[in-house]
């Protein structure tokens, strides 16, 4: 792919490497925050000690929020991050923290802070610490949480240690094989359930423990393991289902009203793989379930095989399509449009363009596009540059509404850190920003209808 740009060729190598902060932010950074002066120790009216310090060398309890911060400031779509609001969040969850164990205070604490605003996160960590027992590293972490997902969008946030893993780059839970989301009424993105952002199934992948158990598309989660979860942050919830991708999971859901509890029996997940077959004689039909790195060859063998069969339409199935990689949806978008640009990228700083190759497979066939609520990220991507580019008539229902590019950084502490680092569009501006595709044929798709009469009811909707 000749028109790969710095961005995806450093977000790929970065995901892949696991890289922490320390290389890349002292290329990147656009502006650098100095860290507050050491000061002497200052004691507290509960009798601990706070020593202040920069992030250079933060002690273990502040490594993560150091290079989160630094993260933000470098990688963060809608950066420069307001240091004064993140701090104020991070006590909100300090003091909203309460910990199932306490232990000895001690007489000091060595806080160190990425911004001079957060030291009153560590004067009330302090306080808490001398006249509760306070855990330091639980508490810090619980901060840390509130401040991401109350004070960032939705597709940045945190996993600790014990938790990565749990959520994987296109959203699929691990160890049940299921997409969630939560939305208000208004249909923007939650990042703690509450009772008007619920727990919603978007899709349950075939062959995997959680369709296997009874779970459905549309099942409100109401409890995990007996345990309400109205109040907490999406992230931990998830790492509560998908715990380490083994034992018995009891999801409590709520469906059409009806309360039902399942029992999955977790497993690693079977991600499905690339279908073709020709339906009609001038009808193709391909299905790409996600955009892994492995898919792009698969699609180019299927797209080979039924226009050297004849195919004068394909359909493009792309429901429940979590979405993936940036290059293996352009390497998939080059064997359908012949040239020009495909998709642009933004955040405050910078502004891409990717162009696709040409001498694609199916450049000049007719396309139908299938989608639903599961079609996510860069099935959005390519249904909308499709529809934008080749005249692609896209099929279905409104789609997921993912409209960021993010890297996943690994912390020094073995957590991991999803930063949303730009928002895509097509080069004349149809998002998937504010609520999903709009398709240009509503159509709701039967449950477990073959791959014939999809393929029916898609070129009678779109005639």
């Known amino acids: 792919m000749a028109n790969v740009t710095r961005l995806v060729a450093l977000a790929l190598v970065l995901a892949s490497c696991g890289s922490g902060t320390a290389t890349v932010t002292t290329e990147m950074a656009d502006a650098t925050t100095a860290p507050p002066p050491t000061q002497a120790p200052t004691t507290t009216p509960s009798s601990v000690a706070v020593t202040l310090q920069g992030c250079e060398t933060p002690p273990v309890t502040f490594s993560p929020l150091c290079e989160i911060y630094d993260l933000l400031e470098t990688w963060y779509v809608d950066s420069p991050v307001d240091p004064d609001r993140l701090a104020r969040l991070a006590v909100e969850g300090l003091e909203a923290f309460q910990p199932e164990t306490s232990e000895q205070p001690p007489r000091s604490l060595i806080c160190a802070v990425p911004h001079g605003a957060f030291e009153i996160l560590c004067d009330s960590l302090a306080e808490r610490m001398a006249m509760s027992g306070l855990p330091a590293g639980a508490a810090v972490e619980a901060a840390m949480a509130h401040m991401i997902d109350v004070g960032l969008d939705p597709f940045t946030y945190y996993l600790p240690p014990e938790q990565t893993g749990a959520l994987r780059l296109n959203g699929i839970v691990g160890g049940i094989g299921a997409v969630l989301d939560a939305r208000d009424a208004a249909g923007s993105k ?81 991600i499905p793989t690339v279908e073709v077959s020709l339906p009609l004689d001038d009808v193709g039909y391909l299905r790409i379930p996600d955009f892994e790195l492995d898919i792009p060859p698969l699609v180019s063998d299927a797209l080979a095989e039924v226009v050297d069969e004849g195919a004068t339409t394909i359909v493009v199935d792309l429901r429940d399509n979590p979405g993936g990689y940036v290059d293996a949806y352009l390497e998939i978008a080059d064997e359908f449009v012949d040239g020009g640009v495909v998709m642009v990228t933004e955040s405050t700083y910078d502004y891409f363009e990717y162009n696709a190759e040409p001498g694609g497979t199916a450049t000049t066939q007719r396309l139908i596009v299938l989608v639903n609520q599961g079609t996510a990220s860069a099935g959005e991507v390519l249904a909308a540059s499709l529809r934008e580019a080749r005249g692609a008539v896209i099929v279905g229902t409104t789609t997921f509404g993912k ?30 920003g504010n609520g999903g595709l709009t398709p240009d044929r509503a159509v709701t798709w039967p449950v477990g209808a073959p791959v014939d009469e999809i393929v029916d009811i898609a070129l009678e909707a779109s005639s």
């Open 403 to 432: 409209d960021a590019v993010q890297i996943p950084f690994t912390l020094r502490n073995g957590g991991e850190f999803y930063v949303a680092v730009a928002r895509w569009s097509t080069p004349n501006g149809d998002s998937a």
């Open 190 to 270: 939650c990042t703690q359930v509450t009772a008007v952002c619920r727990l919603e199934v978007v899709v349950v992948l075939e062959d995997n423990p959680g369709l296997a158990a009874g779970l459905e598309t549309g099942d409100i989660i109401t409890e995990v393991d007996g345990q309400p979860i109205e109040g907490m942050g999406f992230t931990a919830v998830v790492a509560l289902i998908a715990g380490d991708e083994t034992g018995v999971v009891e999801l409590t859901v709520d469906r059409a009203g009806t309360t039902t509890v399942l029992a999955v029996e977790r497993a690693p997940l079977t």
